[in-house]
């Protein structure tokens, strides 16, 4: 595959002044680069580090954008085309027993990485053409612990879906709700 940095270990604002930013955090700036591409330029290197290593780990998961590319302060990733699970909930009003399901999925394989945070915000959750899950912004993984999803609950309770979900997780996976209960 073709570098889009020539292989650079770090690239600066110049360097992207040619592309469209798509999105912008507290830790960097998303520009798209490509179709299928976007680069995530970092303002600090020790969060590209934590970030880097566990979008390597998490290659194995259908849940982990595609990595295809990095320096010390940049890396290049598959772009997700698809809404957040925050503008679902917006758009629907409803989370329904399959969407439980997904989400679940996605909580599970973060389990399943090794990652110590079994959690994610409803905006960094990003469903693909397909209707998958596909899960951006993970410096925490390894740096939080967190067997209960609690950001993703909260960012539930602003659209009024979190008893909803949960009863859905009951029915689903009453073991995991349990643990969830025992560990609020
Ligand atoms: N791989 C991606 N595909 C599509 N959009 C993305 C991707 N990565 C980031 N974004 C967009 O950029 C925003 C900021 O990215 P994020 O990784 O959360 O940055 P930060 O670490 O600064 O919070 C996201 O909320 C999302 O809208
Ligand atoms: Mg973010």
Redesign the pocket.
Known sequence: MENLFNGSKKISQKDLAAFNM?????????Y?VADD??V?Y??KEE?HGR?LEAMKIGQSSTIM?RLYEYGDNYIV??????I?LARHMKRHGTINEDMTKKILFVLDEFKKLGFTRWDT?V??M?MDENGDF?V????RAFTSDSPVPTKLLKGMDKFGLTKEFLVHVKNINPKLFNAWKKHK
């Open positions: 798509i999105g912008d955090g507290k830790d960097g700036e998303i798209k591409k976007v995530k970092f303002f969060t970030e954008p990733m598959e772009f997700i085309k698809g957040s915000e905006r960094h990003l596909k951006i912004d993970h410096k």
